[in-house]
């Protein structure tokens, strides 16, 4: 056996897996709280990435240089998708909240693509180029043909992003009012939650996660376009259901799952096939453990 | 302290509640009796502004509330312990009553507040860990009150706190009802359908058919009246 070509394809499929968990995690947190598949969490994703573009674009023009465009064009990104994030809410589905489920989730297909085609008219329909904001760092070099810089920046920086939404969402006040809200609405608003102001945290925090998984897979792929969103989306929105839908280390470990079966069977099958084997993968979890791998565990005495 | 007049509720095309008028005292415990689907829940909802009425006034310490949100209410100091405890299940024990003091921020005073509850339900302090799913019932119950509790109440609305209990822990429950009211002052709105128990431990009482008022009048009196009895106590 190749170990070499292992640790390879391991490290791609942890790539994969970690950019998959960002954006699944936003479905997931969404899911949690007010039980809406917010599918244009995807555009989300891609608005964080041509952000980025822009900002770097312009940041070069200024003379900055290196590490500093890619926290600035990262920060800047979230920014702007939090901003996207909370009006969608505002716009596309508190007026619907209380409607029967299905007007939400036509709601959210049509910001979903509302929001692409507003990108193709003022953007282009063509794939641009995008600059690679992740320098090689001299370090990597003995082992850069295994695991190269742009990897180890993903792999760090998406630990660091879900051990910070850990800390969030276990000890902090909003993180508190978080889980309160997704176990019971209306008990939350009789302990003085603002449940509205929960929603909009929470789409904030997705929007942001999917912004950084824009620039990362921007700066790593090397070319966006309006359309990038929606594949990411429909793996993500995948990994979420694989993990169990509403549990947030599922929606990690599902698109960990998601990410190594893909890569592995790109690499040791074709890769014309990864993605039969990544909604195979979904199927056969579905048939053996329809709430997901990590589905409800807790039960409720009544 | 808590006023209500001509309150009309409605869940869609559906009248709840046909215009209610009742009134809490500073330092009372006042129940509200009646059979199922009464309108005893929706008037507490109403109160607590999560299903707010579609006309009348709701009147705390004289200002009208019904138009604020919920959160605003919990702020007044009207908290409510809801029909079915609505335990966060997956949160601990601990967690729960870190919830009911939500809005405050006096730590050192909260910390004074956990023992007062630890001190009244013993039985939560052993179990602070747990998941607050895997209570018992009786347990639940204890958790709902001590998690108003943490809110500092001025005004404390229990739904059905006795419901689907051991006579025991009922007793205990109502025991435990009769000294917060008198020990902290805190006045006490109490929704039952365990009649008797409810109208020996309050000081007034409403009667509520098909969401009106019907009936109202001193605790004592009621228990001696003919048609409560037949209808609600079952003698």
């Given at each position: 056996?190749?170990?070499?070509y292992f640790v390879?394809?391991?490290?791609?499929?942890?790539?994969?897996?970690?950019?998959?968990?960002?954006?699944?995690?936003g479905?997931t947190?969404?899911?949690?709280?007010?039980?809406?598949?917010?599918f244009?969490h995807?555009?989300?994703y891609?608005?964080?990435a041509?952000v980025?573009?822009i900002?770097?674009?312009?940041?070069?023009?200024y003379?900055?240089?290196?590490?500093?465009?890619?926290?600035?064009?990262?920060?800047?990104?979230?920014v702007?998708?939090?901003?996207?994030?909370?009006?969608?809410?505002?716009?596309?589905?508190?007026?619907?909240?209380?409607?029967?489920?299905?007007s939400p989730?036509i709601?959210a297909?049509g910001a979903?693509?509302?929001?692409?085609?507003?990108v193709?008219?003022?953007?282009?329909?063509?794939?641009?180029?995008?600059p690679?904001?992740i320098?090689?760092?001299e370090f990597?070099?003995?082992i850069?043909?295994?695991v190269g810089?742009?990897?180890l920046?993903?792999?760090?920086?998406?630990?660091?992003?879900?051990?910070?939404?850990?800390?969030l969402?276990?000890h902090?006040k909003?993180?508190k009012a978080m889980?309160?809200?997704?176990?019971d609405?209306?008990?939350?608003?009789?302990?003085?939650?603002?449940?509205?102001r929960?929603?909009?945290?929470?789409?904030?925090?997705?929007?942001?996660l999917?912004?950084?998984?824009g620039v990362?897979?921007?700066?790593?792929?090397?070319?966006i376009?309006f359309?990038?969103?929606?594949m990411v989306?429909?793996?993500?929105?995948t990994?979420?259901?694989?993990g169990?839908?509403?549990?947030?280390?599922?929606?990690?470990?599902?698109?960990?799952?998601?990410?190594?079966t893909?890569?592995?069977?790109?690499g040791?099958?074709?890769s014309?096939?990864?993605?039969?084997?990544?909604?195979g993968?979904?199927v056969?979890i579905l048939i053996?453990?329809?709430?997901?791998?990590?589905?409800?565990?807790v039960?409720?005495k009544v | 302290?808590?006023?209500l007049k001509?309150?009309?509720?409605?869940?869609?095309?559906?009248?709840a509640?046909k215009?209610?008028?009742?009134e809490?005292?500073?330092?009372?415990?006042?129940?509200?009796?009646?059979?199922?689907g009464a309108g005893?829940t929706?008037?507490?909802?109403?109160?607590s502004?999560?299903?707010?009425?579609?006309?009348?006034e709701?009147?705390?310490?004289?200002?009208?509330?019904?138009?604020?949100?919920s959160?605003?209410?919990?702020k007044?100091?009207l908290?409510?312990?809801?029909?079915?405890r609505?335990i966060?299940p997956?949160?601990?024990v601990m967690?729960?009553?870190e919830m009911g003091a939500f809005?405050?921020?006096d730590k050192?005073?909260?910390?004074?507040?956990?023992?007062?509850?630890?001190?009244?339900?013993?039985?939560?302090?052993e179990r602070r860990a747990?998941?607050?799913g895997t209570?018992?019932?009786?347990?639940q119950q204890?958790?709902?009150?001590?998690?108003?509790?943490m809110?500092?109440?001025?005004?404390?609305?229990?739904?059905?706190?006795s419901?689907g209990?051991?006579p025991i822990?009922?007793?205990q429950i109502f025991?435990i009802?009769?000294k917060?009211?008198?020990?902290?002052n805190?006045t006490?709105?109490?929704?039952?359908q365990?009649?008797?128990?409810?109208?020996?431990?309050?000081?007034?009482?409403?009667?509520?058919?098909?969401?009106?008022?019907?009936?109202?009048d001193t605790a004592a009196?009621?228990?001696?009246?003919?048609a409560v009895?037949?209808?609600?106590?079952?003698?």
């Amino acid at each position: 056996m190749d170990w070499a070509y292992f640790v390879e394809l391991l490290c791609s499929g942890l790539v994969r897996g970690s950019i998959y968990a960002l954006i699944a995690l936003g479905y997931t947190m969404v899911y949690g709280i007010i039980q809406l598949i917010n599918f244009a969490h995807g555009e989300i994703y891609m608005i964080g990435a041509f952000v980025a573009l822009i900002v770097s674009g312009a940041l070069t023009i200024y003379g900055f240089s290196g590490v500093s465009i890619l926290v600035l064009a990262a920060l800047i990104a979230a920014v702007y998708a939090a901003a996207y994030g909370i009006t969608l809410e505002r716009i596309a589905y508190r007026p619907l909240r209380g409607a029967p489920r299905l007007s939400p989730l036509i709601s959210a297909i049509g910001a979903s693509l509302f929001l692409q085609n507003y990108v193709l008219l003022a953007q282009t329909p063509d794939f641009l180029p995008f600059p690679a904001l992740i320098p090689d760092f001299e370090f990597m070099e003995p082992i850069a043909h295994i695991v190269g810089s742009p990897e180890l920046v993903i792999l760090v920086v998406t630990t660091l992003t879900m051990i910070g939404l850990t800390v969030l969402i276990k000890h902090t006040k909003i993180g508190k009012a978080m889980r309160a809200t997704q176990q019971d609405m209306i008990m939350a608003r009789l302990t003085g939650v603002n449940v509205d102001r929960v929603i909009s945290v929470t789409f904030v925090i997705g929007s942001v996660l999917a912004a950084i998984g824009g620039v990362l897979v921007g700066s790593y792929i090397g070319q966006i376009n309006f359309y990038i969103g929606f594949m990411v989306g429909v793996k993500a929105f995948t990994a979420a259901v694989l993990g169990g839908i509403g549990n947030i280390p599922g929606a990690v470990i599902g698109a960990l799952v998601l990410g190594l079966t893909e890569a592995f069977a790109a690499g040791y099958v074709s890769s014309a096939y990864e993605d039969v084997f990544a909604f195979g993968l979904l199927v056969l979890i579905l048939i053996v453990r329809p709430a997901g791998i990590l589905g409800k565990a807790v039960k409720q005495k009544v | 302290m808590l006023e209500l007049k001509n309150v009309q509720t409605y869940y869609g095309n559906i009248q709840a509640l046909k215009g209610i008028n009742m009134e809490v005292r500073e330092g009372e415990i006042v129940t509200l009796i009646g059979a199922n689907g009464a309108g005893k829940t929706t008037t507490l909802m109403t109160i607590s502004g999560v299903v707010p009425p579609k006309s009348g006034e709701v009147l705390f310490e004289g200002t009208p509330i019904q138009k604020l949100s919920s959160e605003k209410i919990v702020k007044k100091g009207l908290i409510q312990a809801p029909e079915g405890r609505r335990i966060f299940p997956n949160m601990s024990v601990m967690e729960n009553l870190e919830m009911g003091a939500f809005l405050r921020n006096d730590k050192i005073i909260i910390k004074q507040d956990f023992d007062y509850v630890f001190d009244l339900f013993p039985r939560l302090a052993e179990r602070r860990a747990q998941l607050g799913g895997t209570l018992s019932g009786g347990e639940q119950q204890m958790l709902a009150i001590s998690r108003a509790l943490m809110a500092r109440p001025r005004l404390l609305l229990l739904d059905e706190p006795s419901l689907g209990l051991a006579p025991i822990i009922i007793t205990q429950i109502f025991e435990i009802i009769r000294k917060i009211n008198k020990e902290s002052n805190t006045t006490v709105f109490l929704v039952e359908q365990n009649a008797n128990q409810a109208l020996k431990l309050a000081h007034r009482g409403y009667v509520m058919e098909n969401g009106a008022i019907t009936l109202t009048d001193t605790a004592a009196n009621l228990l001696a009246n003919e048609a409560v009895k037949s209808a609600y106590l079952g003698i």
